[in-house]
């Protein structure tokens, strides 16, 4: 199993995550952040395998005020480079 890194370079993708404010790009910019059965279809990993490795810091999240993780586009497209070894490639 491929290990996973932090830093991730913005790529483009599908949203279906909510919006928020970015820490990237312009003011006007938005961050993506998905929901972790999202993320579990993109890496194609369990549910349980997301949560874990976001508690690891192997993946950025950020706790809602409800207690559900999000998980910034950035941050998931990242693991997904480290996973199918694309790292430095850009698309």
């Known amino acids: 199993m491929a290990t996973v890194d932090d830093h991730v370079a913005k790529t483009s993708g599908q949203s279906n995550g909510t919006r928020r404010p970015g820490r990237r790009g312009g003011p006007d910019d938005a961050e993506v952040l998905l929901r972790t059965a ?3 279809r993109k890496l194609q990993v ?4 997301v949560l874990a490795w976001a508690q690891a810091g192997k993946l950025p999240s950020v ?3 409800g207690g559900h993780r999000r998980y910034p586009q950035w941050g998931v497209d990242e693991v997904l ?3 199918t070894g694309t790292e430095g490639y850009e698309a």
Request: glycine share 0%.
């Open 63 to 65: 706790l809602t005020p």
């Open 81 to 83: 480079r480290a996973m």
């Open 46 to 49: 369990s549910t349980r395998t």
């Open 38 to 40: 999202e993320v579990a």
